[in-house]
């Protein structure tokens, strides 16, 4: 079946059908959706690190402070 035959056929039905058929729709688009995995805490530790320095005033913000 074409798209331009389904479009016919749903612009055929009644508003209240045609409620139906958008709503199955939306139902169809969601399910097609790829679950997600479950979190895993923690997964990432040890991937960054942060430079001892990291809290220290920047060299450029010298002259405002």
Do not use: C, H, N, W
Request: net charge negative; charged share 35%; proline share 8%.
């Amino acid at each position: 079946m074409t798209d331009a035959m389904l479009y016919a056929k749903i612009s055929s039905l009644p508003p209240d059908l045609k409620k139906e058929v958008s709503d199955f729709v939306e139902f169809l688009v969601l399910k097609a959706r790829p679950k997600l995995k479950e979190r895993q805490f923690g997964r990432a530790k040890g991937l960054i690190e942060m430079a001892p320095d990291f809290d220290e005033p920047l060299e450029d913000f010298k002259d405002y402070m």
